[in-house]
């Protein structure tokens, strides 16, 4: 760890920086565009983006001196729209308030350094199938947003119109990004987008909205969080759910940029870590303060330390470069906004939905590393990766892993090693389904 922080300078930091900023900048398109729609405001919510994404990549700089930086995860944005409000029917104030408690929940447990027993307690292998099953929601998503799958009242779904200009722009996008991936090109994603942008202006398909103006208001989304029905079983499992997601989002990434920093202690452990955690929580309550989902430390953090980042400073930089990208609204509103075609008058997302498809993908490096030979373990994980996407919810699919575990362990004799709040987890979700 010395020796890394031995080559740091500014010029590293700022370098490693601003590759960072350029990897993960992609989330400040994306982001307006998934809670909108929800129903919430697409500028105030672009507001609360980039301020949540400032105030905590900046405390994890200053406090913790890492060089990893904070968004709102995608996921988490995914399960606050397609599940929270749009499938179990909550208002989206209602999430914010489920967001805010989650992140004052998750502030005390690290406060109190009680998260390694939380961590120790759910298997690896649902760890790993709850991300790669969100991985496929959030691809499948993007194919819906592209046009690339339309429903079908028969079949679910079926191949959309590959005639269609929207999709054909998409299409664009996602090949345009795989290049870049392929060749290795920083900041691929967030290239890609722009690239994808551009086309749309020249065929038409983008109405130009300018590129400089002042921040757009947070107010319609300003301390608007509700905690109507708090007590309510559905409120609580939203809550739950947004905590497991922030706490392992968080301390996976966390290890993993550590990891490829050579900052890792010799006893495995990540110096400042639990600091990180603090950052982590308090990005996560003001984000819902202001309107956006949860918070969490983004894996693009390792292009910035491959590029020589190895302490705080970067994350101070890229915490100004969010700030400052409040000023390119007009820019953010033409990528993120939808396109409305058909006499339905659909919206699609054309520009957004690529990148949507290949984050996605990359989430789903994570199922290589499930025991599928050990069936009481596979199963639960692949009810888990199925059960999300295809209930178009994750809680449920969440549910379905979770209850199935202990039943399958159980059944194989290896009910001692199932830890007891994976026992307390399943029968909570088996009253939350039978009851309520």
């Known amino acids: 760890m010395e020796n890394s922080n031995q080559n740091s300078n500014v010029r590293k930091e700022l370098t490693g920086g601003l590759v960072t900023f350029m990897t993960m900048a992609y989330i400040i398109f994306v982001q307006p565009a998934v809670l909108s729609a929800a129903g919430m405001d697409f500028g105030a919510v672009t507001f609360a983006t980039c301020i949540s994404a400032a105030l905590a990549t900046a405390i994890m700089g200053i406090y913790a001196n890492l060089p990893v930086a904070q968004a709102p995860g995608m996921g988490e944005n995914f399960f606050f729209t397609y599940t929270v409000v749009l499938t179990m029917g909550l208002a989206w104030q209602q999430a914010l308030g489920a967001v805010f408690i989650a992140g004052v929940v998750f502030l005390i447990l690290s406060i109190f350094k009680v998260r ?26 993007g194919l819906v947003h592209s046009g690339i799958v339309v429903k079908n009242p028969s079949a679910l779904v079926q191949v959309g119109d590959f005639h269609a200009p929207h999709t054909l722009l998409a299409l664009f996008g996602l090949v345009l990004i795989i290049i870049l991936m392929m060749r290795k090109v920083p900041g691929a994603i967030l290239w890609g987008i722009i690239g994808t942008a551009v086309v749309g202006l020249v065929v038409g398909l983008v109405k130009y909205e300018g590129i400089l103006s002042a921040p757009p208001s947070p107010a319609p989304t300003f301390f608007k969080m509700s905690f109507k029905n708090l007590f309510s079983a559905q409120f609580l499992t939203v809550i739950f759910i947004f905590l497991y997601m922030d706490l392992f989002d968080t301390v996976g990434t966390l290890l993993a940029v550590a990891d490829a920093g050579n900052l890792l202690t010799p006893k495995g452990e990540i110096p400042g870590g639990n600091r990180a955690l603090i950052s982590d929580a308090i990005g996560t309550v003001v984000g819902a303060i202001f309107g956006t989902s949860t918070v969490t430390s983004f894996i693009e953090s390792t292009a910035g330390i491959t590029a020589g980042a190895r302490k705080g400073l970067s994350s101070i930089f890229i915490a100004i470069l969010f700030l400052l990208s409040l000023f390119f609204y007009p820019l953010i509103k033409m990528v993120g906004a939808g396109v409305s075609t058909g006499q339905d008058g659909t919206t699609f997302y054309p520009i957004t939905a690529s990148a949507l498809i290949v984050v996605g993908a990359l989430m789903t490096k994570t199922l290589s590393r499930i025991e599928w030979k050990t069936t009481w373990k596979a199963i639960p994980a692949f009810l888990t990766i199925i059960g999300i996407p295809l209930t178009y919810s994750i ?42």
């Open 116 to 141: 390694k027993y939380i961590v120790d307690a759910i298997p690896d292998s649902m760890k790993h199938a709850v991300a790669g099953g969100i991985g496929i929601f959030i691809a499948f998503i």
């Open 395 to 436: 809680a449920d699919g969440f549910a379905l892993g979770f209850v199935a575990y202990p039943i399958c362990a159980t059944a194989a004799g290896k009910a001692k090693q199932i830890n007891p709040a994976i026992w307390v987890i399943a029968i909570l979700f088996v009253i939350r389904y039978a009851f309520f």
